[in-house]
T-cell receptor, first 114, second 115 residues
Framework: GQSLEQPSEVTAVEGAIVQINCTYQ??????LSWYQQHDGGAPTFLSY????GLEETGRFSSFLSRSDSYGYLLLQELQMKDSASYFC???????????????FGQGTELSVKP | GAGVSQSPSNKVTEKGKDVELRCDPI?????LYWYRQSLGQGLEFLIY????????KSGLPSDRFSAERTGGSVSTLTIQRTQQEDSAVYLC?????????????FGPGTRLTVL
């Protein structure tokens, strides 16, 4: 089977740093992505790791360790607008074969307090 | 268009009726995906289109579910004889394949309620 584990909820204060972890057990692995979803909205792409290491995009960074089947999303200088659900997702097939089907985690609800 | 659009935004139907959900992907995007999201849950993959063909339909939960894509653009997801467990938000995404990371762009979804 396929499973991705991430915490169900995290609370932090404005200006702080928060890390959302994701561990995965999947039949294949061709990259870990992170998506943000505000309540009632469409998921939007945040970050992607195809190789081990850290990817930085502004206030958001994402890390991957394929040997540990583990990744995390790091959000810095938290703002109220960052309150949302965050999903990790694994692509289980290579793009040239069966395409980019994503297996999603259950999501982490982040609440940012003033 | 500017983004992925879906219609209707909300659909309420009675158990046993058929429903059709529509997705208009971003122009030029060759890949199209359907996902389903139940309340407070993650996204569940349903089907993937590359052009008009569906090389991966492994997520369709039963033969009551079908989907097609025409002209490499618009896609329709059809649910026949709807059941209450079909109630969910149905999300469509498109992407430009191939690409290193295959970023998927999601539509706003169709909220389906089966009474």
């Amino acid at each position: 089977g396929q499973s991705l584990e991430q915490p169900s909820e995290v609370t932090a204060v404005e200006g702080a740093i928060v890390q959302i972890n994701c561990t995965y057990q999947t039949s294949g692995f061709y990259g870990l992505s992170w998506y943000q979803q505000h309540d009632g909205g469409a998921p939007t792409f945040l970050s992607y790791n195809g190789l081990d290491g850290l990817e930085e995009t502004g206030r958001f960074s994402s890390f991957l360790s394929r040997s540990d089947s583990y990744g995390y999303l790091l959000l810095q200088e938290l703002q109220m607008k960052d309150s949302a659900s965050y999903f990790c997702a694994v692509r289980v097939h290579p793009l040239y074969n069966q395409g980019g089907k994503l297996i999603f985690g259950q999501g982490t609800e982040l609440s940012v307090k003033p | 268009g500017a983004g992925v659009s879906q219609s209707p935004s909300n659909k309420v139907t009675e158990k046993g009726k058929d429903v059709e959900l529509r997705c208009d992907p971003i122009s030029g995007h060759t890949a199209l995906y359907w996902y389903r999201q139940s309340l407070g849950q993650g996204l569940e993959f349903l089907i993937y289109f590359q052009g008009n063909s569906a090389p991966d339909k492994s997520g369709l939960p039963s033969d009551r579910f079908s989907a097609e894509r025409t002209g490499g653009s618009v896609s329709t997801l059809t649910i026949q004889r709807t059941q209450q467990e079909d109630s969910a938000v149905y999300l469509c995404a498109s992407s430009l394949v191939p690409g290193r990371q295959d970023t998927q762009y999601f539509g706003p979804g169709t909220r389906l309620t089966v009474l």
